[in-house]
């Protein structure tokens, strides 16, 4: 028994360090100055490095890096930013923690900032900007989606821009941000071209455009679905001769919009050579 207890001993010695660990905030350990805030910059895949170092010599504690984060720019013209992804990272004793978080721009107008871009840690958000980034939070591949959610709360952006490939994750989302802003649900969605470094973030640009036909058919029909601009030209196809059953029919047409004018578009469903529903939508 005693060479039993002799043999655990050292394994409980080590495990209770571990136990006695303790949780801060970001700000509570700036506050009480346990670390120091090294340097906060814009690094390569839309992201912030924050480089954080504990100052005590021979104390490791945990840092609760909370959703809702945020960051101003050192350089008034480029954007703020906000951390919506949540974490708890060790910070070793006199030890540099460096972590990179994805991070989102909150000033639509503003340049996007560029790699190197330094800024400064601000107070949490809070409100509206709270409650969505506490929702996105726990969303997988939104990074787009998430982007034009916080311009719908922080730059009065409509609906449009939640765009999302996966049509249960964009309607979860759009159902979300309407509720909690009053804004109407789009009617379509608009998968924007992403702004270049030190350019202005929110291009109005539209990559494709996504929309929907709902409808009825009181019996078998031979449909064709063609997208066409305000002069009346077709300028793509969606389908052809296609054979639908009787009864309610859903679908979505993609209009790729990048080298198209801007204007008005329609997309037209046809049965029988005659326009049987059609939805425009603005590019």
């Known amino acids: 028994m005693l060479l039993v207890a002799l043999l655990i001993l050292p394994f409980l010695l080590t495990a209770a360090p571990e136990g006695d660990i303790k949780t801060y905030t970001l700000q509570d350990a700036l506050k009480k100055k346990m670390v120091e805030l090294v340097r906060v910059k814009y690094a390569s895949g839309k992201s912030l490095q924050l480089e954080v170092k504990n100052i005590h010599k021979s104390k490791d504690f945990k840092i609760h890096f909370e959703t809702g984060l945020q ?98 994750t964009a309607i979860k989302i759009q159902k979300f941000v309407a509720d909690l802003t009053g804004k109407e649900l789009p009617k379509y969605t608009v998968r924007y071209k992403d702004g270049s470094e030190r350019q202005v973030a929110f291009t109005g640009e539209a990559v494709l455009i996504v929309g929907h036909h709902e409808y009825a058919l009181e019996q078998d029909a031979i449909v064709t679905c063609q997208i066409f601009n305000e002069a009346g030209e077709m300028v793509q196809e969606v389908f052809n001769s296609m054979q639908q059953k009787k009864g309610n029919v859903r679908f979505n047409f993609q209009l790729k919009a990048l080298d198209l004018p801007k204007g008005k578009y329609v997309s037209k469903v046809l049965i029988g050579g005659q326009v049987f529903k059609e939805e425009w939508v603005d590019c």
């Open 71 to 168: 960051f101003v720019s050192r350089d008034t013209g480029e954007q703020d930013q906000i951390i919506i992804e949540e974490r708890f990272l060790l910070v070793k004793a006199g030890k540099t923690l460096n972590a990179k978080f994805v991070s989102y721009c909150t000033e639509a107008t503003n340049r996007s900032p560029g790699e190197g871009s330094l800024f400064d840690l601000k107070e949490n958000a809070d409100g509206k900007l709270l409650e969505l980034a506490k929702f996105l939070a726990p969303i997988k591949d939104t990074e787009y989606t998430s982007q034009h959610a916080v311009w719908v709360v922080t730059n009065d952006h409509d609906l449009r821009g939640l765009f999302h490939e996966d049509l249960k």
